[in-house]
């Protein structure tokens, strides 16, 4: 679909004061926080609400959940390092440097698929095998729930990313600044996907 068709997706909007894709994408992100907002508000209701030991039941230590501040710890500096190179590829756009811009999406790419492997290979398949299922414990259970929502919204940004850095690229060449727009609000995806994990880091590593 062309420029033409969409209005203001260059230019701002009159009444908003931001083009249309940036507008969309801020209401789309206000539905993402009241969702994870809700699920963090469960973990902390159950957590508080849960007995004390020796019952079953009873809200598992931090040795008991075999989380590794370490693990956790890396991820969450390389989707912040991710932060980083997302902001470097717009900014590199908006100077009109298309092949450093790509450069940097490719190194967001990369990072994204490394939070990806390392959550899979270290946490989830050795917690597995290990009998740590969702059905263990409601600890277990919010964990899976969080961090995989979490998981599929990283994987969703590689697809975007990715689409943008191969046939979406072609954008650039028919119109530089919606190109660059796009990747603007791919970045606010981005950025959110990452303040929620700095969220959960803390919660579910270091509590």
Same mark, same amino acid.
Not at 21 to 36: C, D, I, P, Y
């Given at each position: ?8 997706? /260059?230019?701002?909007?009159?009444? @908003? ?30 957590? *508080? ?7 079953? =039941? ?8 075999? =989380? ?12 912040? *390092? ?25 190194? @967001?790419?990369? =990072?994204?698929?490394?939070?990806? /492997? ?5 946490? #989830? ?6 009998? #740590? *299922?969702?059905? %263990? ?30 046939p979406g690229a072609a954008?650039? %060449? ?11 609000? @791919? ?21």
């Amino acid at each position: 679909m062309s420029t033409q068709t969409l209005p203001y997706t /260059v230019h701002p909007h009159p009444v @908003t004061g931001i083009y249309s894709g940036k507008f969309g994408t801020w209401l789309f992100l206000a539905s993402e926080v009241m969702l994870f907002g809700a699920l963090f508000s469960s973990y902390v209701l159950l957590r *508080v609400g849960a007995p004390e030991a020796p019952s079953p =039941l009873h809200w598992p230590s931090h040795e008991e959940t075999h =989380l590794s501040w370490r693990i956790g710890g890396f991820n969450t500096l390389v989707l912040i *390092v991710s932060s980083v190179t997302m902001v470097m590829a717009w900014a590199s756009l908006k100077m009109g440097d298309f092949s450093k811009g790509r450069r940097y999406l490719w190194l @967001t790419f990369l =990072l994204a698929l490394t939070f990806i /492997v390392v959550k899979l290979s270290l946490e #989830y398949v050795p917690k597995l095998r290990g009998g #740590y *299922v969702p059905a %263990k414990s409601t600890f277990f259970s919010l964990y899976y729930t969080l961090t995989g929502l979490h998981g599929l919204h990283v994987i969703g940004g590689m697809v975007v990313i990715g689409y943008f850095l191969g046939p979406g690229a072609a954008l650039w %060449k028919r119109d530089p600044e919606y190109y660059t727009n796009r990747i603007e609000c @791919t970045g606010l995806y981005w950025h959110f996907v990452d303040l929620v994990w700095i969220f959960l880091f803390p919660v579910l590593y270091l509590m």
